[in-house]
Nanobody, 119 residues
């Protein structure tokens, strides 16, 4: 079994920055893609950013140029650096990972961390 644990959420003023982290723990696994999604009240969950094992990244249009995703393959961790935050970035942010165990791939989610952007 694999667990994803997020950290780093909180309250920040507009224009500020936050750094989210995601740590994967367990035995006998590797991570293919790792990503971040978010869900605001009354809205569907949306892609924020995703990064492959090789470092290829993809971002949601609303965060391009402001957010940066990274990962450490050796430590099975990922980070999301969020700059120039806006009130519309307020949401619960979820870490997601495509986990490879033996011959199979599994889709894992963290429990989420709240990010609130408000003055």
């Amino acid at each position: 079994q694999v667990q994803l644990v997020e950290s780093g959420g909180g309250l920040v003023q507009p224009g500020g920055s936050l750094r989210l982290s995601c740590a994967a723990s367990g035995n006998g696994f590797s991570i293919d893609a790792m990503g971040w999604y978010r869900q605001a009240p009354g809205k569907q969950r949306e892609l924020v950013a995703i990064i492959t094992t090789g470092g290829t990244t993809n971002y949601g249009d609303s965060v391009k140029g402001r957010f940066t995703i990274s990962r450490d393959n050796a430590k099975n961790t990922g980070n999301l650096q969020m700059n120039s935050l806006k009130p519309e970035d307020t949401a619960v942010y979820y870490c997601n990972a495509i986990i490879r165990m033996r011959l199979y791939k599994y889709n894992y989610w963290g429990e989420g961390t709240q990010v609130t952007v408000s003055s």
